[in-house]
């Protein structure tokens, strides 16, 4: 239960801050938070990462149905047992149902985290997604762990065995 209400709280923070920028930002309007690199700009995307498959809604209702059952399916089965997997299938569960939720109702997402990175200027995102960014890196750093683990125990075992 713990894992599903902090998707519902990313959910909450990703719909609550678009619904700011739509009502009290002109489509465009751009506002330096930090010079040279951290802009809110109001940015709206018919497609994913990096504007790609723009146009492609049904595509995009039927990937994310498929990724948020299987979510569930994963954080019922398997992530319940190991806080941190639990906690990225969160984050991750969250952020597809908040831009899911902009494809449905707006037929686009809201975007408005605009940075540039070293002069690049970076794809507009939202809070959606950065949790599943995050979500994918904290599952990336369990995998690592695991990895690390196993060949600690191989290596344990096999010292043991001679």
Same mark, same amino acid.
């Given at each position: 239960?713990? =894992?599903?209400?902090?998707? $519902?709280?990313?959910?909450?923070? +990703?719909?609550?801050?678009?619904?700011?920028?739509?009502? =009290?930002?002109?489509?465009?309007?751009?506002?330096?938070?930090?010079?040279?690199?951290?802009?809110? *700009?109001?940015?709206? !995307?018919?497609?994913?990462?990096?504007?790609?498959?723009?146009?492609?809604?049904?595509?995009?209702?039927?990937? *994310? #149905?498929? #990724?948020? $059952?299987?979510? $569930?399916?994963?954080?019922?089965?398997?992530?319940?047992?190991?806080? &941190?997997?639990?906690?990225?299938? /969160?984050?991750?569960?969250?952020?597809?149902?908040?831009?899911? %939720?902009?494809?449905?109702?707006?037929?686009?997402?809201?975007?408005? $985290? @605009? *940075?540039?990175?070293?002069?690049? +200027?970076?794809? %507009?995102? !939202?809070?959606? +997604?950065? /949790?599943? #960014?995050?979500?994918?890196? &904290?599952?990336? &750093?369990?995998?690592?762990?695991?990895?690390?683990?196993?060949?600690? !125990?191989?290596?344990? @075992?096999?010292? @043991? !065995?001679?």
């Amino acid at each position: 239960m713990f =894992y599903y209400i902090i998707a $519902v709280l990313i959910i909450l923070l +990703d719909q609550f801050t678009k619904w700011l920028v739509v009502k =009290y930002m002109e489509l465009g309007e751009s506002i330096q938070l930090i010079e040279n690199f951290l802009y809110l *700009t109001s940015h709206r !995307n018919r497609g994913a990462a990096w504007g790609i498959l723009q146009g492609k809604m049904w595509f995009f209702y039927i990937i *994310t #149905v498929i #990724v948020i $059952v299987a979510l $569930v399916l994963y954080l019922e089965k398997e992530a319940k047992n190991n806080k &941190l997997m639990g906690l990225s299938i /969160a984050l991750m569960l969250g952020g597809a149902i908040g831009n899911f %939720i902009d494809r449905v109702f707006r037929k686009e997402v809201v975007d408005f $985290v @605009n *940075t540039y990175i070293f002069g690049y +200027d970076f794809p %507009i995102f !939202n809070v959606a +997604d950065s /949790a599943l #960014v995050i979500g994918v890196g &904290l599952i990336m &750093l369990q995998m690592i762990r695991e990895e690390r683990e196993a060949k600690r !125990n191989k290596h344990g @075992n096999s010292s @043991n !065995n001679n």
